[in-house]
């Protein structure tokens, strides 16, 4: 089993930066590939961003690219969600994602999940 728990999450007002993070444990961290989903009310579980094992190569959905980074410290079982310039339409919870050995490109591919954490965004 692997816990993730995030933390980071809150209010900003938009166009402002809020930095996420995942702290895990239970099994080798550097085994996992991770990421980052996002659900807003109403909506499915969407991807945001993911990072291979190493980090050496990062994902980001269309939607946040150039505006969110994805980074990991595999010493201190962390990955991380850079949140800059941010907008109203990025308003969800944001929950961090596990998957053994490769990247989850969808919500079916993702191994473990944490708990998520809310981040509004206002205008």
């Known amino acids: 089993q692997v816990q993730l728990v995030e933390s980071g999450g809150g209010l900003v007002q938009a166009g402002g930066s809020l930095r996420l993070s995942c702290a895990a444990s239970?099994?080798?961290?550097?085994?996992?590939?991770m990421g980052w989903f996002r659900q807003a009310p109403g909506k499915e579980r969407e991807f945001v961003a993911a990072?291979?094992?190493?980090?050496?190569?990062?994902y980001l959905s269309d939607s946040v690219k150039g505006r969110f980074t994805i980074s990991r410290d595999n010493a201190k079982n962390t990955v991380y969600l850079q949140m800059n310039s941010l907008k109203p339409e990025d308003t969800a919870v944001y929950y961090c994602a596990a998957r053994l050995g490769a990247v989850a490109a969808n919500r079916l591919q993702v191994d473990y999940w944490g708990q998520g954490t809310q981040v509004t965004v206002s205008s």
């Open positions: 239970g099994r080798t961290f550097s085994n996992y590939a």
């Open positions: 990072i291979t094992l190493g980090g050496g190569r990062t």
